[in-house]
């Protein structure tokens, strides 16, 4: 789907040429032989307002530094995930599954270093935090 939103062909640019020609013995592309590329703007009718894909080029950018940080949105839906942070290791904590105690479920919070798989690389010591 981010090939399809980052694809400037529906803002109606394209770009010819984007490397050198492919050798016909080798079907690789021979970077000896110079090239030149050409970027056309508004070659054809437009899929998608200029406005509305800076915008998706923005929200992109917005969603990548999140990931950078540790957050996945689209894997949690828990209304705190991505605001509340450990104090040690500064990752994210997200809901933690645990079991009922007497017919009722509690939700909490516990931090993504600790959940997982590889016990070397839990560092954090922080403790869950319960939900009420």
Same mark, same amino acid.
């Given at each position: 789907?981010?090939?399809?939103?980052?694809?400037?062909?529906?803002?109606?640019?394209?770009?010819? /040429?984007?490397?050198?020609?492919?050798?016909?013995?080798?079907? @690789? &592309?021979? %970077?000896?032989?110079?090239?030149?590329? $050409?970027?056309?703007?508004?070659?054809?009718?437009?899929?998608?307002?200029?406005?509305?894909?800076?915008?998706?080029?923005?929200?992109?950018?917005?969603?990548? /530094?999140?990931?950078?940080?540790?957050?996945?949105?689209?894997? @949690? &839906?828990? %209304?705190?995930?991505?605001?509340?942070? $450990?104090?040690?290791?500064?990752?994210?904590?997200?809901?933690?599954?645990?079991?009922?105690?007497?017919?009722?479920?509690?939700?909490?919070?516990?931090?993504?270093?600790?959940?997982?798989?590889?016990?070397?690389?839990?560092?954090?010591?922080?403790?869950?935090?319960?939900?009420?």
């Amino acid at each position: 789907m981010r090939k399809v939103l980052d694809n400037k062909v529906y803002m109606g640019d394209r770009i010819i /040429q984007n490397g050198p020609d492919r050798e016909l013995i080798t079907k @690789q &592309p021979d %970077y000896a032989k110079p090239y030149t590329s $050409c970027y056309l703007t508004d070659d054809h009718e437009t899929i998608v307002d200029r406005r509305l894909f800076e915008q998706v080029k923005a929200r992109l950018a917005w969603v990548d /530094q999140e990931r950078k940080a540790g957050i996945y949105r689209n894997s @949690q &839906p828990h %209304y705190l995930y991505g605001l509340v942070y $450990c104090s040690e290791c500064g990752l994210p904590f997200k809901k933690g599954d645990g079991p009922e105690y007497k017919g009722t479920e509690y939700d909490y919070l516990v931090c993504i270093c600790r959940k997982r798989r590889d016990r070397k690389q839990r560092s954090c010591t922080n403790r869950s935090i319960r939900v009420d």
